[in-house]
């Protein structure tokens, strides 16, 4: 059983850098054909899908955020991390990891899910 677990600061300055780290246990970040991703749920909104970082290392982010994130990991700790840059309160939002499994890689389509953690942009 593969589980995932968030971890970061609950509160983050308007300008400042988010950062949150997503350990994965029961299964390793490097298998072939699994995806780690980064959502965001903001209150009162739906879930939006921000980027992953694939087995090989390789990343891919949407088009909303993709100016301001970055994913990379940490293979010996069996983490990946994500650095959302220059937030703003419209940042505020639940954050989930999860991962995808599979040669096609679908938002929509994770299998695995962390219980994400709520970060609060505010001065």
């Known amino acids: 059983q593969v589980q995932l677990q968030e971890s970061g600061p609950g509160l983050v300055k308007p300008s400042q850098t988010l950062s949150l780290t997503c350990t994965v246990s029961g299964g390793s970040i490097t298998t072939y054909y699994t995806y780690w991703s980064w959502i965001r749920q903001p209150p009162g909104k739906g879930l939006e899908w921000i980027g992953y970082?694939?087995?090989?290392?390789?990343?891919y982010f949407g088009p909303s955020l993709k100016s301001r994130t970055s994913i990379s990991r940490d293979t010996s700790k069996n983490q990946f991390s994500l650095q959302l840059s220059s937030v703003s309160p419209e940042d505020t939002a639940v954050y989930y990891c999860?991962?995808?499994?599979?040669?096609?890689?679908?938002?929509?389509?994770?299998?695995?899910w962390g219980k994400g953690t709520l970060v609060t942009v505010s001065s």
């Open positions: 970082i694939g087995f090989g290392g390789s990343t």
């Open positions: 999860a991962r995808y499994y599979g040669n096609n890689f679908a938002p929509r389509g994770m299998d695995y």
